[in-house]
């Protein structure tokens, strides 16, 4: 069984910059691809971006490719979602996401039953 633990959110104004972390426990972090999603306020969870095991994939929902790195540190357990240019449509619970995979490029598929572990998430505000 993985842990994840997130952290780094909070409030930044618009066109501010946040990192966002996310360390497992329980199981090392090389098993599994990674992944970001987001939820809103009446809204449904969202994918934002996904890592490979090996980290030479990546992917990224279109709202926020440009803006927006995944990158892992296999050695320290933890994923990193690094934020550019935050805009008033990104405040959002975020959370971090992993599921095992074999093939080590191998990417989830974008969906919230791509992904079997999940963490408790961490809130994103964006200011005007």
């Known amino acids: 069984q993985v842990q994840l633990v997130e952290s780094g959110g909070g409030l930044v104004q618009t066109g501010g910059v946040l990192k966002l972390s996310c360390t497992t426990s329980?199981?090392?972090?090389?098993?599994?691809?990674m992944g970001w999603f987001r939820q809103a306020p009446e809204k449904e969870r969202e994918f934002v971006a996904a890592?490979?095991?090996?980290?030479?994939?990546?992917d990224y929902a279109n709202s926020v490719k440009g803006r927006v790195t995944i990158s892992r540190d296999n050695a320290k357990n933890t994923v990193y979602l690094q934020m550019n240019n935050l805009k008033p449509e990104d405040p959002a619970i975020y959370y971090c996401?992993?599921?095992?995979?074999?093939?080590?490029?191998?990417?989830?598929?974008?969906?919230?039953?791509?992904?079997?572990?999940w963490g408790q998430g961490t809130q994103v505000t964006v200011s005007s």
């Open positions: 329980g199981l090392r972090i090389n098993f599994f691809a």
């Open positions: 890592i490979s095991r090996s980290g030479d994939n990546t």
């Open positions: 996401a992993a599921q095992v995979t074999v093939d080590q490029s191998r990417i989830p598929p974008r969906s919230i039953g791509g992904f079997g572990s």
